[in-house]
């Protein structure tokens, strides 16, 4: 029982470095930090590297979304 909170740990900390290498601010640096963590949470048993990419590719893509409305709301354009 204590494997997944150590790796969910673990796995905060690598996202969190990556992210920072992307040199983000605000939202972005969010949706890239949550984008990477759920990338590297990903069981890698059962799961191939094709599901992974197109669950990756529809949660970014809805992220996205999300951020241009918020953008809209205070007259942003993306």
Do not use: W
Not at 48 to 58: S, V
Request: aromatic share 6%; no cysteine; proline share 4%.
């Amino acid at each position: 029982m204590v494997e997944k909170p150590i790796r969910a740990g673990l796995v905060a900390v690598i996202a969190g470095k990556q992210a920072d290498k992307h040199e983000l601010s605000g939202l972005a640096a969010v949706v890239d930090f949550v984008s990477l963590y759920v990338k590297y949470l990903i069981p890698k048993d059962g799961s191939n590297p094709e599901e992974a990419d197109a669950i990756l590719a529809k949660a970014s893509q809805h992220q996205y979304e999300q951020l241009v409305e918020v953008a809209k709301k205070h007259g942003v354009s993306l």
